[in-house]
């Protein structure tokens, strides 16, 4: 079975090949081919695949390619990790943002919309190029802003795109964890778009346990996003929020610690990842150390800002553990490719799902996984409050996609303008026309 890994020169990569090499069972992945613009960053990816491997009977073969139909030309899975513009275009996304006083971060506020408008037409062709050369592949998407993402390849895909996201996992298993529950034997009642969800139940042998952590505020202060809401915020929602929401909840206090950061986040890994790679062009460089090092300070700085503004200090050791959006990415291919019932937190097309939005729309939700492909499964109503915030998103989503297509940058403008968390028409023709100034990849927008 072979499985394309576009940004295949990315720092996550090896995440995910080491998930392959725990799968030894009939009708796993067999062969890898690394797709990506940089042939440097595909070299030193590669060799620590194959330190990874050394020693490992039958682990899947590795190549690496700088021509996209050639990766995708017979595959039976395509995970997408691109980055348009890389961690520099991001680092200017903040940058851009916070000179007008809005967030900057990848996948909310300002910064999620520049990093949709100049991802979606790069993500939309390789829909295109999936649908003609591998017509039967499945597409697992984690590229940001994932659902927008996963939303426009769906207009070319249908359901055989999925987006992936590691944080609703992360968040339901460090729950699980503080009550005492098994995380496998547990089901995640968790609705809401990428990045804009909440985790409202818990359930373990057909009882809900998350009243039980809501009800006791030493229990809501153990684990990271009890610390970065405070108990009397979750207890007021009733409901534990994602992580990311913190940059709607606490919007001006996280954006002011953006400001008064040394670096934003975007910049430190642009500088941590860059002397990653400069290391691995020497041959001497012992490639898996290197990058395994560079993880582990890369977890530890994750979110620093908002630990910051909530005053709550350094993450705890426990917290270091990701959701593993390469463990959520090998179940989905394995409950496709082994018709192995799963249930997964995923980013599909809504159906019927949520009322207030439409069947095209992209959501996050619980989903049962089989070989036909992944089915969001029924939810009650989100409060008023979520929905609300769901629509708004969801909107703003759209004239992005709308943008995208059109190369409108009237349409950009309201985009911005109409995002929660920049308001502002003025704003928002600054922001179109600071972001033109700094990505090429955005001289279409007219």
Same mark, same amino acid.
């Given at each position: 079975m072979k499985l394309a890994i576009l940004g295949g020169g990315g720092f996550r990569v090896p995440l995910v090949y080491g998930a392959l090499l725990g799968d030894r069972a009939e009708g796993r992945v067999t062969d890898v081919v690394l797709h990506d613009l940089d042939a440097a960053r595909l070299d030193a990816i590669a060799r620590v695949l194959a330190d990874q491997a050394a020693g490992i009977p039958d682990a899947p073969s590795v190549t690496a390619t700088t021509d996209l139909d050639e990766a995708?030309?017979? &595959?039976?899975?395509?995970?997408? *990790?691109?980055?348009?513009?890389?961690?520099e275009g991001r680092a200017a996304d903040e940058r851009v943002a916070l000179a007008e006083g809005v967030l900057?971060?990848?996948? +909310?506020?300002?910064g999620g919309i520049a990093y949709g408008l100049r991802t979606v037409p790069v &993500? +939309?062709?390789? *829909?295109?190029? +999936? !649908?003609?050369? !591998?017509?039967?592949?499945?597409? /697992?998407n984690f590229t940001n802003p994932a659902g927008l993402v996963t939303e426009a390849m769906s207009r070319h895909l249908g359901d055989r795109v999925i987006g992936i996201c590691d944080s609703p996992v992360g968040l339901g298993r460090r729950v699980a964890q503080v009550l005492g529950a098994d995380p496998d034997e547990a089901f995640f009642d968790y609705v809401g778009l990428n990045h804009l969800g909440w985790l409202r139940g818990l359930h373990v042998a057909g009882r809900d346990e998350l009243p039980r952590l809501l009800a006791e505020p030493e229990l809501l202060v153990s684990f990271e996003q009890g610390r970065l809401f405070g108990p009397d915020w979750l207890q007021s929602l009733g409901a534990i929020p994602n992580e990311y929401l913190h940059y709607y909840y606490f919007n001006r206090d996280t954006v002011r610690a953006y400001q008064q950061a040394e670096r934003t986040r975007g910049a430190f890994l642009h500088h941590q990842q860059a002397r990653f790679y400069t290391d691995m062009r020497h041959p001497g460089t012992p490639a898996l150390k290197a990058w395994t090092d560079t993880l582990a300070e890369r977890e530890a700085a994750y979110m620093a800002e908002n630990r910051e503004a909530a005053g709550v200090g350094e993450r705890a050791e426990e917290d270091l553990e990701s959701g593993g959006y390469e463990k959520v990415a090998l &179940?989905?291919?394995?409950? /496709? &490719?082994r018709d192995e019932r799963s249930t997964l937190i995923l980013n599909v097309r809504n159906g019927t799902t949520l009322s207030a939005l439409d069947a095209d729309a992209v959501i996050e939700v619980p989903c049962s996984v089989d070989a036909n492909g992944a089915h969001p499964m029924a939810v009650t109503p989100l409060p008023g409050h979520a929905t609300g915030l769901v629509c708004a998103v969801k909107a703003v989503e759209r004239e992005v996609l709308e943008a995208a297509d059109s190369g409108s940058a009237t349409t950009a403008v309201k985009a911005f303008a109409l995002h929660p968390l920049v308001d502002s028409v003025t704003v928002a023709r600054r922001l179109v026309d600071g972001y033109r100034g700094v990505h090429p990849g955005l001289a279409y927008l007219r």
């Open positions: 995708l030309r017979g &595959a039976d899975f395509v995970f997408s *990790a691109i980055r348009v513009g890389g961690l900057g971060q990848e996948t +909310v506020g300002a &993500a +939309v062709d390789i *829909a295109r190029r +999936v !649908a003609r050369l !591998a017509p039967d592949a499945w597409v /697992i &179940a989905l291919m394995r409950a /496709i &490719a």
